[in-house]
Nanobody, 126 residues
Framework: QLQLVESGGGVVQPGGSLRLSCAAS????????IGWFRQAPGKEREGVSC????????DYTDSVKGRFTISRDNAENTAYLQLNILKPEDTGIYYC???????????????????WGQGTQVTVSS
């Protein structure tokens, strides 16, 4: 069964950290580009970060550069998004997504991804 399952969301104060996980089943994660997206209430879903099949190929939206880090554990077949120095504007539902193609690079637009997880809520509030 092809599935992506996110976890790790929660409520955190500004300046805090969270690590989101995206466990894949039915895929060999290292063979596919992965992306992390988020959707705040009343806003469109935006691409936060992505990683291609080459570990050197990553991309981040400007608002999270220097604060978020995408990674992948091939042995665990799991992708991660480390969120540091969180701000209230980081609040939203975070989704991981997978490109069923085998390209080495990645993108942060929704149409590039074929499979999606159910999302995990991140709330940054004092």
């Amino acid at each position: 069964q092809l599935q992506l399952v996110e976890s790790g969301g929660g409520v955190v104060q500004p300046g805090g950290s969270l690590r989101l996980s995206c466990a894949a089943s039915g895929f060999t994660l290292r063979n596919h580009a992965i992306g992390w997206f988020r959707q705040a209430p009343g806003k469109e879903r935006e691409g936060v970060s992505c990683m291609g099949t080459s570990d050197g190929s990553t991309d981040y939206t400007d608002s999270v550069k220097g604060r978020f880090t995408i990674s992948r554990d091939n042995a665990e077949n799991t992708a991660y998004l480390q969120l540091n120095i969180l701000k209230p504007e980081d609040t939203g539902i975070y989704y991981c997504a997978l490109d069923r193609g085998y390209g080495s690079t990645c993108g942060r637009t929704m149409y590039e991804y074929d499979y999606w997880g159910q999302g995990t809520q991140v709330t940054v509030s004092s």
